[in-house]
């Protein structure tokens, strides 16, 4: 097999795009891949104030260092959870990298703000992933809001939505199919939202951060050992070794058959929460109403 | 564990109806919950003229004995597939199984039909159980008028039905879905069709078939090793093993929630088929369509 631009020895194959690439030529195909992805679903342009949601790992570093390569103004954000020294080792690596790429990066310590993941599971007795992602959708948008950037963005990957895809497909959660997109638009008190790294494979991010010698963090999350996001990644990735291609099909075809049909019918039905402004399902939003729980528990 | 009837040693629980069951109690319940399924999709009455498509496998032969004690008219149909030794003991199990009954059936043979299902397979270079399935639907809807009978059932159970909804929703199938329900009416041509084992278990099926002594074919069909139906029904499995009862909720909540959208979108436009009359996408329906290259071979 052979680089399909240069000849040379590739260093990754994919099979879905039939393409096998060497480094210097994935490289710039993934750059340019990603660019367009950003173009096709309008997601953002040069004009806007781009914030990534940085958590240490590969997606979210490599992310960022293409942003600014493909010349969008693209901060950084942390949100330092409180769990142990994984969270200290994820703000080191967030830290550094931020130094290298010459670009601010906005902190915030959960703990100041609410408390700790591990607190906050034990108070709600939900799953640490769920309260997790309640804390981390309401910093991302609250601290874009304050500091004046428009667009949120996320590395999540294809192996990321395909995963999530099918375990609220498995449980039919339609609310939640009816906001599965790559992009949301800005709405009631939400900054608009994207994923520029929907189309590409986790390995293919992986190797991308590599090549380009980016320090990641490559433990994993001590709370996701656990974690459903695991299981159903490790299903598709059972049916796609069985059915290769199915893992992108299932996905992009929901995006152009599926979604239209499920955002019609979702309707939020939002106000302004009494105690931070941000929008919320209820006259308190959750997480002013942990707040309290927490408060109320110090007392 | 005891039995939540009479209190004696149980021989089946059933975690998603929390509910374990003696010997006796367990086939009287299974009875019961055939016949209120049977009510609550209206699938059939004691006034209608039923056909049970029978393979000679556990479900079918089950389904047959149970409708017979509930007191409905049902005889039996079978099509030898002309898949080797396999069909020939499938043919004796359910010939046995009819003069115990005391039954009729019909058995067609579709080596005298068209040829048998290896070589169907040969000239379409379709997998073996795509063409099966063609013209098993096509006999027994064919088979059912010609004899007078106005509902032609089968005996999908829970598992058969939750593992081909995952794969017809993992490649977003959208046609598929709109007809993937436990009762399709009488239209176009077509004899009512219904399966009043959809939400039993394969176990529970098993288990009834072996309480009762039916005596049922174990092995197999042999192109069943490759099947992507088997394949599903593992994926399936593994995620119930992690996260039980979401089979049966995975394919209630489809049917509750799901269906409804796909069915109203399900549009066939069918015209009769020019050389045999029975529904058909096009002016010569597929079956005649393998009938005519099988023709076209031998001459």
Tied chains: 1, 2.
Excluded at 48 to 74: F, M, N, Q, T
Excluded at 131 to 141: A, E
Excluded at 261 to 285: A, D, N, Y
Aim: glycine letters at 6%.
């Amino acid at each position: 097999m052979k680089c399909r631009i240069c000849g040379k020895k590739p260093v990754i194959y994919m099979p879905h795009h039939r393409l096998a690439l060497c480094k210097e030529d994935f490289i710039s195909w993934f750059e340019r891949y990603t660019d367009r992805t950003i173009k096709e679903f309008s997601m953002f342009s040069p004009e806007d104030r781009i914030l990534v949601a940085v958590s240490g790992g590969k997606d979210s570093l490599a992310l960022w260092h293409v942003l600014r390569k493909l010349g969008y103004e693209a901060d950084g954000f942390y949100l330092h959870l409180g769990i142990g020294g994984y969270s200290e080792r994820s703000r080191n690596k967030v830290e550094s990298f931020a130094k290298n790429l010459g670009a601010k990066v906005i902190v915030v310590d959960l703990r100041e703000e609410i408390a700790d993941i591990p607190q906050l599971e034990r108070l709600t007795s939900r799953e640490a992933c769920s309260v997790c992602g309640l804390v981390k959708r309401y910093n991302f948008n609250r601290v874009a809001k304050e500091h004046g950037y428009n667009v949120v963005v996320t590395g999540h990957n294809l192996d990321d939505e395909a995963s999530s895809l099918l375990a609220n497909v498995i449980n039919w959660n339609i609310k939640y199919l009816g906001r599965k997109f790559p992009v949301l638009e800005e709405e009631e008190g939400f900054v608009k939202k994207a994923k520029p790294f929907c189309k590409f494979s986790e390995k293919e991010t992986a190797l991308y951060a590599l090549l380009n010698g980016i320090d990641f963090i490559e433990e994993e999350c001590p709370f996701s050992e656990d974690a459903s996001s695991i299981f159903y990644k490790e299903i598709l990735n059972s049916i796609e070794e069985k059915f290769p291609g199915t893992k992108m099909r299932f996905y992009l075809e929901y995006l152009r058959k599926m979604y239209p049909r499920f955002r019609e019918e979702e309707e939020r039905t939002l106000q302004p929460c009494k105690v931070c402004g941000e929008p919320s399902p209820s006259e308190i939003c959750p997480v002013c109403r942990l707040k309290e729980r927490i408060a109320a528990k110090r007392t």
